[in-house]
């Protein structure tokens, strides 16, 4: 499957696609990365995986919708079948998700529907759970919502930073990242939990 990511920062995230690529895990091609900051690193391993990279900044466009309408334009030209938001730090507009329905994959490092939003490893240390991990999920215009694919859990422990806890969250979200998109791929877009029990 031609994969298209959007990523918004470090992107060890996209690493982890490329490499589950490169040893035969993942099926797909990655045709483009899209990402919205100059500085981001995830351009560097882009480059260094000769994956093409696409620098939109969300600051240059007067509105998300904007923003979205080339971000779809984008995915167009590369001929993107999937898209993966890998560390994308913008809210979606349905701008996109309606152009790639049930075709945009989100992971996010929270058990959801648990501490949706961008301080969620900050907001699962402050509730005292003992248990914490990530969600790949299909994107819909809800925030950190939609169908999940897979969760991984991990343990919260007692000397655990936002960092230290956020660090082996990271560890669960390589490994199942690949293997959601597989999955997804697999099960094809637009087809709902109870069309595909029957
Ligand atoms: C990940 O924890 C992901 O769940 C969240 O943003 C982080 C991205 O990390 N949405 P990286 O840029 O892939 O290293």
Request: proline residues 6%.
């Amino acid at each position: 499957i031609k994969l298209g990511i959007l990523a918004s920062g470090n992107g060890s995230n996209f690493e982890a696609v490329a490499e589950a690529i490169a040893q035969g895990r993942l099926n797909a091609k990655i045709q483009v990365l899209i990402y919205n900051n100059p500085e981001a690193k995830v351009a560097v391993r882009a480059a260094n995986r000769d994956v093409p990279a696409v620098l939109l900044n969300h600051r240059h466009f007067p509105s998300r919708e904007d923003l979205d309408r080339q971000i779809v334009q984008t995915l167009h030209q590369y001929d993107v079948s999937w898209v993966i938001m890998a560390g994308w730090m913008r809210i979606v507009t349905p701008v996109l998700i309606n152009a790639f329905a049930e075709r945009i994959i989100n992971i996010h490092p929270s058990l959801l529907p648990s501490f949706r939003g961008i301080q969620a490893v900050e907001q699962a240390l402050a509730a005292g759970v003992k248990i914490a991990g990530c969600t790949v999920h299909i994107v819909v215009p809800e925030v950190d919502s939609g169908r999940i694919l897979l969760q991984a859990a991990v343990p919260v422990l007692p000397d655990d930073t936002p960092q230290t806890l956020h660090q082996r969250i990271h560890q669960q979200e390589y490994r199942i990242l690949p293997a959601a998109i597989a999955l997804a791929a697999k099960q094809g877009a637009g087809t709902s939990w109870e069309q595909r029990a029957k």
